[in-house]
């Protein structure tokens, strides 16, 4: 049972984002009301076979929705808003955000069937609302995407500011740069609690500029004679700008290729960026382009099997292939946990005989996210009492609280998801575990991460599967042939471990007798357990393929 919170106190509660990257969900609570910053998703892993997306179970905050004021976003990243059409059902609060992210979430929810349905505020940069007890600043901040922001978040007990995504980058070339008056002004007025990003901890250096990259791919695109192909991540509207302009200083006509680009572009230019991107041309005409005088600019940098980049490399695209002189480059870094799709990737790609150029030997790529000096910086302008990593593992978590430390930040709470923090009065420490877990996409439908359609799938997945019809007649024999079906079982073992299993159910059925009394669900219960001693038997794996038995009455 969850503890009552206590309107007098300051609380921050994670409901995802913290022991993980990806799917964010926080919570801040004052005077008995909360307040939502996130709401994101993550991609399944192979654990989680037919699932692609999972994000928060928000059953915590939805018992407690008619308190709940509001979900502000700080930007559109996916592991930030791509939850919103899932989840807000559940919610049914206001949802505030920036032009950018506002443009983009607009079209999810049309997409879910929630256009006009959802109150949404749009907040121009830099500016404020008020809900509840609480006053949120939007303060620019510089990222991989359009209109990062980091929030002040103003409450009776103190000053919160909860980073979201961020990095200096002095030259971001699209958007703004990040506020640093406005982050100088709220050290002066003085902050409680940083809540801030741990994705890049690692890197004891900072994260590098976009200008710097746009002058490094200018270099590196130049005295190619085939074809070029770049992917990079489709939000990165600075990174696609450079591409299209190198393109067009190199003299070749520019193809976007993959719906999410075309999306975020379009956003983009609608609201008021990439006033001077070059003209570009389409899928089908650039097929009769010179070789030598064609960019495209592709999704699919993490090798995901239905982006632009793996369909090419596939043949799957309709009017774009591969030739031998032609040059590929990932203007990416690789996300951990897909090492080997990409390896897959870069293989198929090879074969095709194309050149493959990525960040491990040339400088194609810089992180949206703060390391160490960036960090160490944001800690000096801020000097906050508390530090609360967020966005990390627990190792990158645990890094930013070290690091705190050595900076002179009295206190540093690592939380894991569920992790309720008293921020004020006293102390700031964790004062209970609430309820928390993760659901799982499943086409149309959203199931627990755990749910038994799920682990059965895993199952069947590893091990096979046999299914078992057997009729009976009202003597309780045999009548017709027993059928059996094995699934993810070799063609060479598949004849014998079927005659085994019939014998086995034949055995089972002269014992019928004796189990009658209990009914048909008993005896196929007995003849489940029979068939599956058979098949580890046979097999010599544990545990063997999932077995089925239906009883027919005949
Ligand atoms: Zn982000
Ligand atoms: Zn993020």
């Known amino acids: 049972m969850a503890i009552d919170i206590k309107p007098e106190e300051l609380y921050f509660l994670p409901l995802g984002g913290a022991g993980e990257i990806g799917m964010n969900l926080n919570l801040y609570a004052y005077g008995g009301k909360w307040l939502m910053v996130d709401c994101g998703i993550s991609f399944a892993d192979i654990y989680l076979p037919g699932i692609d997306l999972i994000m928060p179970d928000p059953e915590y905050i939805g018992e407690r929705k008619d308190d709940l004021l509001g979900l502000v976003l700080t930007h559109a990243h996916e592991d930030h808003l791509?939850?919103?059409?899932?989840?807000?059902?559940?919610?049914?609060?206001?949802?505030?955000?920036t032009p950018f992210t506002m443009t983009l979430l607009e079209s999810k929810l049309e997409e879910a069937g929630l256009?006009?349905?959802?109150p949404l505020h749009t907040v121009p940069l830099g500016g404020s609302i008020t809900l509840g007890e609480f006053d949120i600043t939007y303060v620019s901040l510089t990222h991989s995407i359009l209109e990062g922001n980091g929030l002040k978040i103003s409450t009776p007990l103190g000053n919160i500011f909860h980073t979201g995504d961020w990095k200096l980058d002095p030259h971001p070339l699209v958007g703004e740069a990040s506020d640093i008056g406005a982050l100088k002004s709220l050290g002066h007025e003085g902050v409680l609690a940083i809540v801030c990003d741990s994705t890049n901890v690692f890197n004891e250096k900072s994260s590098g500029s976009e200008q710097d990259v746009r002058e490094s791919l200018k270099a590196l695109l130049d005295g190619h004679n085939g074809r070029l192909f770049?992917?990079?991540?489709?939000?990165?509207?600075?990174?696609?700008?450079?591409?299209?302009k190198v393109g067009d200083a190199l003299d070749r006509h520019v193809c976007l290729v993959g719906r999410s680009l075309k999306r975020n572009v379009e956003a983009a230019k609608k609201c008021g960026y990439l006033?001077?991107?070059?003209?570009?041309?389409?899928?089908?005409?650039?097929?009769?382009i010179p070789k030598d005088k064609i960019l495209y600019?592709?999704?699919?940098?993490?090798?995901?099997?239905?982006?632009?980049?793996?369909?090419?490399?596939?043949n799957q695209h309709r009017y774009i292939s591969l030739s031998r002189e032609d040059t590929v480059v990932f203007s990416s870094k690789i996300i951990p946990g897909n090492e080997l799709l990409l390896a897959r990737l870069h293989n198929m790609l090879t074969e095709h005989g194309v050149h493959v150029l990525t960040e491990k030997d040339h400088f194609v790529h810089v992180s949206g996210h703060p390391g160490q000096e960036e960090l160490r910086q944001m800690y000096k302008w801020l000097r906050p009492v508390i530090s609360v990593p967020v966005h990390g593992e627990l190792r990158h978590m645990t890094l930013q609280a070290e690091l705190a430390k050595k900076w002179g930040v009295e206190h540093q709470i690592v939380p894991v998801n569920g992790s309720l923090i008293r921020l004020a009065p006293g102390i700031p420490e964790i004062v209970d575990q609430v309820y928390s877990a993760r659901l799982a996409l499943d086409g149309n439908f959203v199931l627990p991460e755990d749910d038994d359609a799920i682990v059965m799938r895993r199952r069947i997945m590893y091990n096979g599967a046999a299914v078992v019809t057997v009729?009976?007649?009202?003597?309780h024999k045999i009548s017709g042939q027993v059928a059996v079906t094995l699934l993810g079982i070799a063609d060479s073992e598949e004849q014998e471990l079927t005659q085994m299993i019939i014998a086995a159910i034949k055995k089972e059925t002269d014992h019928i007798t004796v189990k009658a009394g209990k009914g048909d669900r008993n005896i196929a219960e007995a003849m489940r357990v029979a068939v599956r001693r058979i098949c580890r038997q046979f097999s010599g794996k544990s545990p063997g393929p999932q077995v089925t038995v239906n009883i027919i009455r005949v």
């Open 82 to 97: 791509g939850a919103v059409a899932h989840l807000w059902p559940e919610l049914r609060c206001p949802i505030y955000a």
């Open 115 to 118: 256009a006009g349905q959802v």
């Open 230 to 244: 770049v992917t990079t991540f489709a939000s990165n509207i600075a990174r696609v700008e450079t591409l299209a």
């Open 275 to 288: 006033q001077d991107f070059p003209q570009v041309v389409s899928e089908e005409d650039a097929e009769h």
């Open 297 to 314: 600019i592709c999704t699919g940098c993490q090798g995901e099997a239905r982006a632009a980049m793996m369909r090419i490399a596939t």
């Open 471 to 475: 009729a009976l007649d009202q003597g």
